[in-house]
C-alpha cells in the first residue's frame, strides 16, 4: 500500500491550499483515509476522516467550516481543501488510511501513512 500526498505549500493567512492523497494498493472499499498533521514540538492531531464506500466524513472542531474532505473514486484519490487558512494551520499534514467500517479519529487506529507535505501559513 502506498498513499503519495501532495499540494502543501506557502500560503498567506485567508487563503486557499488543496492537498492530495493518491493511493494504491487497498483491495475493495471497506476503507477509510484521515488527514492528520503535526506541528512542531506538537503531537499529531487528527484533521478530516472519509469512508472510501459512502463517502461519509468528518471534520476536526478546530476545522469546521473552513475544511473540506473529498475523494475521487475513480482516481482512487482523497482531498482536503483547506479555505481561510489561519497561522496555526501551519504544519506537516499526512494522509492515512486503514481497513474496516467504523470512522476513528486516533492516529494510532491508522495503518498505511504517506509521506506528509509541509503546509505553512505566514500571518
Known amino acids: 500500500v502506498q498513499l503519495q500526498a501532495s499540494g502543501g505549500g506557502l500560503v498567506q493567512a485567508g487563503g486557499s491550499l488543496r492537498l492530495s492523497c493518491a493511493v494504491s494498493?487497498?483491495?475493495?472499499?471497506?476503507?477509510?483515509m484521515a488527514w492528520f498533521r503535526q506541528a512542531p514540538g506538537k503531537e499529531r492531531e487528527f484533521v478530516a476522516k472519509i469512508k472510501w464506500s459512502g463517502g461519509s466524513s468528518g471534520l476536526a472542531d478546530s476545522v469546521k467550516g473552513r475544511f473540506t474532505i473529498s475523494k475521487d473514486t475513480a482516481k482512487k484519490t482523497m482531498y482536503l481543501q483547506m479555505d481561510r487558512l489561519k497561522f496555526e494551520d501551519t504544519a506537516v499534514y499526512y494522509c492515512?488510511?486503514?481497513?474496516?467500517?467504523?470512522?476513528?479519529?486516533?492516529?494510532?487506529?491508522?495503518?498505511?501513512w504517506g509521506q506528509g507535505t509541509q503546509v505553512t501559513v505566514s500571518s
Open positions: 494498493g487497498l483491495t475493495g472499499s471497506n476503507y477509510q
Open positions: 492515512a488510511a486503514r481497513y474496516g467500517s467504523i470512522t476513528r479519529s486516533y492516529a494510532g487506529d491508522y495503518t498505511y
